[in-house]
């Protein structure tokens, strides 16, 4: 049975919601207007990306059995190195990344069973549930969105 319609369904609101908080701004606003600190909406798109490209990966190393690989990340010192990264980003990279990286979420939940999704596997740094991960996606978006309205 695939990921959990209620996961997917969540995932998908959280995502929707991001998305309808940028709708009708221009580009200049978008790119100029800081929203959230130094942050613009096409930096914080941009992060959301990231951090999706990032649950992508785990997520796939997680299911094939490699999660012991997986290297822990902190967001206290990857937020500042993301930002610098993708900073100089126009808007429309920003936005065919996170198409790109939410694509890549779907296609690795699609193949996932729910035991799957909750099933505790072991990483380094102790026991990690996937379905965790995906609620964390949701906060992550709907915290994002709250600092673009």
Do not use: F
Not at 85 to 103: G, I, M, N, Q, V
Request: glycine content about 4%; charged content about 25%.
């Amino acid at each position: 049975m695939p990921a959990n319609i209620t996961t997917l369904a969540r995932l998908a609101t959280a995502r929707a919601d991001l998305l309808y908080s940028v709708l009708g701004l221009d580009e200049a606003a978008l790119s100029s207007s800081p929203v959230n600190g130094q942050w613009t909406a096409k930096d914080i798109l941009a992060h959301v990306a990231a951090w999706e490209a990032w649950t992508v990966d785990r997520l796939g190393m997680a299911l094939s059995g490699r999660a012991m690989e997986m290297v822990g990340v902190e967001a206290e010192t990857e937020n500042p190195r993301l930002y610098a990264e993708r900073k100089d980003w126009p808007l429309c990279r920003s936005l065919a990344e996170l198409s790109r990286t939410h694509a890549g979420l779907l296609t690795v939940l699609q193949a996932a069973s729910e035991e799957d999704l909750e099933r505790k596997y072991a990483a380094p740094w102790g026991k990690v549930r996937p379905n965790r991960w995906l609620e964390m996606m949701v906060e992550h978006d709907q915290e994002h969105t709250a600092s673009i309205v």
